[in-house]
């Protein structure tokens, strides 16, 4: 079975910092996908970063970038200049693909980041 | 770009009572998935469909049922309804790539928010 981890319930940054959430997930796939979603109070999810699990460069979305360690399971994500508007609730999520009739899409427990002035 | 559309976007129901969760795919895009969010709590897989059949299935009460039609919308429907069922729902959508190396990235509705008295 897939698990995702995320060890961080609560994260506070002051604004222009740096941050970096973990996530560490479990798997004996080879192929996967990851993905980071932000979830602010209106509680729309939205896609902030994804990494195909074959590709070794690490992916970066503008401030957003990820710390991608496939033999150690991990999946990092790093926010530079934190802004207010960070301030959400960030999920990770692990997907792999089911031949032939769709994924499985598995997400953490969440990581509430609060974006100090 | 259009997104994922779901109605309603409020819904209040006694116990007992059933519910209709309608959710409208970014157009062009085969799959859909059904997640529950109850407060403070991570998305939780409920149901998927790709190409109109049931691909995976998650932890979707048996009062719960779900389909998609020809025009790749889909209902979640919800029978004797409890007061845990008080939540937030979402659907997801995504272009299936089954066979291919790309990513299945889901894109999230903005949820329905069901209120069970």
């Known amino acids: 079975a897939q698990t995702v981890t995320q060890s961080q319930p609560e994260m506070s940054v002051q604004e222009a910092e740096t941050v970096t959430l973990s996530c560490t997930y479990d798997?004996?796939?080879?192929?996967?996908?990851l993905f980071w979603y932000k979830q602010p109070p209106s509680r729309q999810m939205i896609l902030v970063i994804r990494q195909e699990a074959y590709k070794q460069q690490n992916a970066t979305e503008n401030r957003f970038s990820v710390n991608f360690q496939k033999a150690a399971k991990s999946f990092s994500l790093k926010i530079s200049d934190s802004q207010l508007g960070d301030t959400a609730m960030y999920f990770c999520a692990f997907m792999r693909t089911l031949t032939n009739t769709g994924n499985q899409f598995y997400f953490g427990t969440g990581t509430s980041l609060t974006v100090i002035p | 770009a259009a997104g994922v559309i779901q109605s309603p976007r409020h819904l209040i129901k006694e116990k007992r009572e059933t519910a209709t969760l309608k959710c409208y795919p970014i157009p062009r895009h085969d799959t859909v998935y059904w997640y529950q969010q109850g407060p403070g709590q991570d998305p939780q897989f409920l149901i998927s469909f790709y190409e109109k059949m049931q691909s995976d299935k998650g932890s979707i009460p048996d009062r719960f049922s779900a389909q998609q039609f020809s025009d790749y919308h889909s209902e979640l429907n919800m029978s004797s309804l409890e007061l845990g069922d008080s939540a937030l729902y979402f659907c997801a959508s995504s272009v299936s790539t089954i066979g291919t190396s790309g990513i299945d990235t889901q894109y999230f509705g903005p949820g329905t928010r069901l209120t069970v008295l």
């Open positions: 798997t004996s796939e080879n192929n996967y996908y």
